[in-house]
């Protein structure tokens, strides 16, 4: 039987848990992508429609959907390796 927390809970547990570990999955290569494109986190919001949330994530390194990636490869006319890189020795 699994343990329900609150909503308003999950979020702080999640960061207990996950505090002092970094992600395997780095973000790094999308600013870079977006700098190089000349591509501001502000047109992501308002041309792209990308929200604020997700953003949040991908510059925390947080867990974000494959649909999303598909999405930023899409709007940046790129390839997955522009998006994230996977970090082996973390």
């Given at each position: 039987?699994?343990?329900?927390f609150?909503?308003?809970w999950?979020?702080?547990?999640?960061?207990?848990?996950?505090?002092?570990?970094?992600?395997?999955?780095?973000?790094?290569?999308?600013?870079?992508?977006?700098?190089?494109?000349?591509?501001?986190?502000?047109?992501?919001?308002?041309?792209?429609?990308?929200?604020?949330?997700?953003?949040?994530?991908?510059?925390?390194?947080?867990?974000?959907?494959?649909?999303?990636?598909g999405?930023?490869?899409?709007?940046?006319?790129?390839?997955?390796?522009?998006?994230?890189?996977?970090?082996?020795?973390?």
């Amino acid at each position: 039987m699994a343990i329900l927390f609150p909503r308003k809970w999950q979020y702080n547990i999640h960061r207990i848990i996950r505090k002092g570990k970094e992600s395997m999955i780095s973000y790094e290569p999308l600013w870079k992508t977006l700098k190089r494109k000349n591509v501001t986190t502000y047109k992501l919001i308002k041309d792209y429609n990308l929200s604020r949330g997700i953003l949040d994530k991908l510059k925390h390194n947080r867990n974000v959907n494959v649909d999303t990636i598909g999405r930023l490869c899409e709007m940046l006319d790129c390839n997955v390796e522009d998006v994230m890189e996977y970090r082996k020795d973390v």
